[in-house]
C-alpha cells in the first residue's frame, strides 16, 4: 500500500495487542485473525507495536514478522501503522525503513525510550524518524508513559514535515485538543489516545481514536466512536457511562495485563504476556476480574 493520504486519518485505530503461545513466543496465526476481525467491526486502522502492544519487548525480528502478519491479514482494506520507538535514532529510523519495505501505510513516531532530552534532542528525533520514508506518519505525546511532553506550539513546530498528518493526544488533559485546533486549525487530524477521555475528546475536536479495549470490545467501542461523531448525545452517554470502568483499566499501570485479561474473559485472546509483566494474581487479579465481570454482566441492549 502507498502512503496514507491525510483524509484517511479518522475513526478507530486499535493500539493491536500482541499475542503469545504457551511457549512465549508470538502467535501469529491468532494476529492474523485478530487483526481481521477487528477490521470487520469497523476499525479503520492498526497501531501494532505500541506500549499495550509490548513492543518494547520485542526483537527487531519478531516486530518484522508481527508487521508482515498484519499487512498480510488485512491487505490494502486497512493501514498497518507501526509505533515506531526505539532507544537510538539510528535505531528509529531503521525500523520505520523496515516498516515501510513491510508495507505499513503510516508509522506512529514517539520519543526515544528511556532517555528524556531537550526539546532539540526531541525535535530532532522524532524529525529524522518523519523524515525517514514518506509515509503519511502520526506523532504520539504522552508525557505520563515517556517524559516527554510536546505542548501544541512544539506540535505546530513539526508541521513543517509535509507527511505529519495526525497526533494522538495523551497527556490527560483534555483542554490540550482545543489548543491543538487553536493553533493548528485542521492542519493535523486529532487523535484521542486514552480510553477514557474519549467522549470529551471527540467534543473538543478529535475525529480518531487509538484504543485500547477495543481489543476486547471492538463493537461496542466503534459504536461509541460512532456515537459520538454523529453528535448521538444521549446514546453515546449510556453507552460511555456503562463502559467507563473498563476504559479506565487502559490508563492503569498493569494496562497490559488488564486488558488481555479482559480479552481472555470475552474470548477474544489470551492473557500471556512478556516478562517482565507477569499475568495478574491474588487479589489484583480478583479485583480486576470483579470489575470486569460485573461490567460484562450489565451490558446495555443495543450496545454492540
Not at 499487512?71 to 535514532?89: E, K, N
Not at 513516531?109 to 506518519?137: F, K, N
Request: neutral net charge; contains cysteine.
Amino acid at each position: 500500500m502507498s502512503a496514507m493520504m491525510a483524509e484517511q486519518w479518522h475513526g478507530v485505530f486499535p493500539a493491536i495487542t500482541t499475542p503469545f503461545t504457551a511457549g512465549g513466543e508470538v502467535d501469529h496465526a491468532f494476529l492474523a485473525g485478530h487483526a481481521r476481525r477487528l477490521l470487520a467491526s469497523g476499525c479503520r486502522g492498526l497501531v501494532p507495536l505500541g506500549s499495550l502492544g509490548e513492543g518494547a519487548t520485542l526483537t527487531t525480528a519478531e516486530k518484522l514478522a508481527v508487521l508482515r502478519t498484519c499487512v498480510q491479514a488485512v491487505g490494502d482494506r486497512i493501514p498497518v501503522i507501526p509505533g515506531i520507538a526505539a532507544l537510538s535514532t539510528d535505531e528509529a529510523v531503521s525500523l520505520a525503513r523496515a516498516a515501510a519495505d513491510a508495507g505499513c501505510a503510516g508509522l506512529m513516531v514517539l520519543p526515544p525510550y528511556v532517555y528524556q532530552g531537550d526539546w532539540p534532542e526531541m525535535r530532532a528525533h522524532v524529525s529524522a524518524v518523519i523524515d525517514a520514508t514518506p509515509l503519511s506518519c502520526i506523532l504520539y505525546n504522552n508525557p505520563i508513559a515517556y517524559g516527554t511532553d510536546f505542548v501544541p506550539e512544539q506540535v505546530r513546530a513539526f508541521c513543517d514535515h509535509k507527511n505529519l498528518h495526525a497526533v494522538k493526544e495523551s497527556s490527560g488533559d483534555v483542554r490540550r485538543f482545543t489548543a491543538l485546533r487553536a493553533l493548528l486549525h485542521d492542519r493535523l487530524a486529532l487523535f484521542v489516545g486514552m480510553d477514557d477521555a474519549l467522549l470529551e475528546g471527540v467534543a473538543m475536536g478529535a475525529r480518531g481514536w487509538i484504543a485500547g479495549l477495543v481489543n476486547a470490545l471492538p463493537d461496542e467501542s466503534v459504536l461509541l466512536f460512532e456515537h459520538a461523531m454523529a453528535g448521538r448525545t444521549e446514546q453515546a452517554r449510556r453507552l460511555y457511562d456503562w463502559f467507563l470502568p473498563l476504559l479506565r483499566l487502559d490508563t492503569r499501570p498493569k494496562f497490559v495485563q488488564l486488558i488481555k485479561l479482559v480479552q481472555e474473559e470475552v474470548g477474544l485472546g489470551s492473557e500471556r504476556v512478556r516478562a517482565p509483566r507477569c499475568v495478574l494474581a491474588g487479589a489484583e487479579r480478583e479485583m480486576a476480574l470483579a470489575i470486569i465481570r460485573e461490567r460484562l454482566a450489565s451490558k446495555p441492549a443495543n450496545s454492540a
